[in-house]
């Protein structure tokens, strides 16, 4: 075991109409007014935005909103909403939607009490030192940021798709309410499944030393997903299945498989942010065209756990068997595996590669990761 | 998947001379005195007291101490903890030791801001309304302490031992460090390790509702015990065992093994508490008594998850022989499975079933858990 810190005081209530808690929620903090961020107008369609909002005004908590945040949710919204909050006073960022509202609400939480530009955090020029409370009710699953303090913002002038993270940014409550996810459509369900993998795998494979108890960690994770993935694409409805994967979700990225893990790096999150910056792949799509390519490039440096995870996910006892068990799962959820699927051509492979390596000098990868050795693993998904 | 709320802000500091920090770690909280709470005078042989002492000056922060918890600690010297925490204007609580160190620290902690007795937060007489701040420095793994609100003490005078819990009383920093733990005597790992599989199958076998996820994440901690306890008895010296041990008993009573549960109780331990108040046996080692005839009792309620158990920890088909093979590994590392063999006659079933109803009556299991029934679950074990 190697030493590790771990702190994660993110409070999730999770369960049937848990919503329509959110103000007691938001007022246990002592937070009395908040900007909430939204995606799409779904949420005023379907009747979440009002109960939330009926909730707030019982606790007497006053708002302002903002919608319209994308998948590779983008920096100019968070500009435009850190202005309202600042105009506004409000002391709370409430996020009301799935992973790049939540990603969007935390560098909002961190801008709004910063003079300079936001973005200034993402590139490293300066650090978060204070930060509004940030609270959020999930309405996907995929990205656990419901509870860990970290978000990916892009950067669409500068083409950049770069992290923000700071103990300040846990959410303070996190609500998931799996009745709330019913409604994310087939493929968005699958992106969510690969993006989880994903998450584990990248740690899985990388590490150098990985202990007994976090190993076993990571591949229930994935068995959950798996098996909560294949009962909602036939039944979407189904509540505990929607439950348990989000619960999946939400441990992939809370710390706890990082416990006693030595040497992991990100290296698909690496590659994948080169994508949607590029081409605004969903993350989750983009992912599922690299993690395969990926595997098939390391799958020399660690043969012991690429064989283990053979056996324990497929039940394959053969290294190669097992990639092709999640090429072939990948693909029967409906998630792209290859560029031509996932709708780029090779003529893409080259800026991807290019965007990419910029993003492994900024996390001192770029020794393991030149640029020819991205495009090569990126070559492997191009067929 | 059942409703629940998940908030632990316990931060855990693993690792090699973490305890060297604990200055740091207490000033992190702006805490500047504190009661340094411990059992025998070992800590101030072997030089542990020492080094504490030293992060602490290098802090600037003050302290005193008290020394003397024993196992089944007693609610006698929590109340002089308490006077000594009030008469020096103390602000925080620092255990070094095991869990009956830590569990002391709790009580002292809320006993020192109340002007009645500690007691009544054990009996219903009285809410932790404040409490000090509290640390940690863990020499022994089993209770989980580290990381949970909870706490157990024994009133000898009333022959109670009972429990006290409060978010007040999470741990602000518990430190966990393999190396102060590689003294522990094999006896005491092995009632550890009993006690570890206890507050999981408690919950494992009781629950009407299991989630996958959270049946495999117990199943996870039962293996990991039982491997790497099967380790420690050979070689006390493997850090990597003898650390992994230690997450999996933080892991095993920190609120994940709750998640979406339904309808679990706290049986062995409801039970277990009237022998450490009544005989003061070791709590491990009651547990290793009552656990199995406990089994016994109960296999028919929930056949499946009885099988499962057997087959993922000892392979076999049958239920029978999965209780066999935990009964049988509990004697393989030197726990007790008989009233004899734990030092009891067949009179003291008798008292240890009054005792256990007092508990049952305490925890709403009186209805389930008739003094009779009890008697029964005793007598399985005498031998």
Not at 27 to 37: E, N, P, R
Not at 52 to 63: C, E, M, P, T, Y
Not at 261 to 281: K, P, Q, R, S, W
Request: with cysteine; aromatic share 10%; glycine share 8%.
């Amino acid at each position: 075991m190697r030493d590790f810190t771990f702190y994660n005081p993110a409070r999730i209530e999770f369960g049937k109409n848990k919503e329509e808690n959110i103000g007691q929620y938001i007022k246990d903090y002592g937070v009395k007014s908040v900007l909430i961020v939204y995606g799409s107008d779904r949420i005023k369609k379907d009747g979440l935005f009002d109960r939330v909002a009926a909730s707030l005004k019982d606790q007497g908590i006053s708002f302002e909103s903002i919608g319209g945040v994308i998948s590779n949710p983008v920096v100019s919204l968070v500009r435009e909403a850190i202005e309202i909050v600042k105009k506004n006073n409000l002391q709370g960022i409430l996020a009301v939607g799935g992973g790049s509202v939540l990603d969007s609400a935390k560098a909002v939480a961190a801008g709004c009490r910063y003079d300079g530009d936001v973005w200034d955090f993402f590139v490293g020029k300066a650090e978060v030192k204070e930060a509004a409370g940030v609270f959020s009710i999930m309405t996907l699953a995929a990205t656990g940021s419901e509870m860990n303090p970290y978000g990916v913002v892009t950067n669409t002038e500068t083409k950049q798709k770069y992290p923000i993270g700071s103990p300040l940014l846990f959410p303070k409550v996190s609500v998931i309410n799996p009745d709330l996810m019913a409604s994310v459509t087939p493929s968005y369900l699958a992106y969510s499944a690969v993006d989880i993998f994903s998450h584990c795998l990248d740690l899985y494979f990388t590490a150098s030393y990985l202990p007994g108890y976090t190993a076993a960690l990571i591949e229930n994770i994935l068995e959950t997903v798996m098996r909560t993935t294949n009962i909602l694409m036939k039944n979407p409805d189904d509540y505990d299945a929607r439950g348990e994967f989000a619960w999946a979700a939400t441990m992939a990225l809370n710390g706890n498989t990082f416990v006693g893990v030595e040497g992991n790096t990100f290296d698909t999150h690496m590659i994948e942010h080169a994508m949607g910056a590029l081409y605004n792949v969903p993350h989750g799509a983009g992912l599922a065209v690299v993690l395969p390519a990926w595997m098939k490039d390391i799958k020399d440096q660690n043969p012991d756990r690429f064989k283990t995870f053979a056996s324990k996910l497929f039940g394959e006892s053969d290294i190669d068997a097992g990639i092709s068990g999640l090429t072939d799962w990948f693909r029967s959820i409906g998630a792209p595996v290859t560029f031509a699927e996932a709708g780029l051509s090779e003529d893409a492979v080259d800026p991807i590669a290019e965007n990419a390596f910029g993003n492994a000098k900024l996390w001192a990868m770029d020794e393991m990761y030149p640029k020819e050795r991205i495009a090569k693993i990126l070559m492997k998904a191009v067929k």
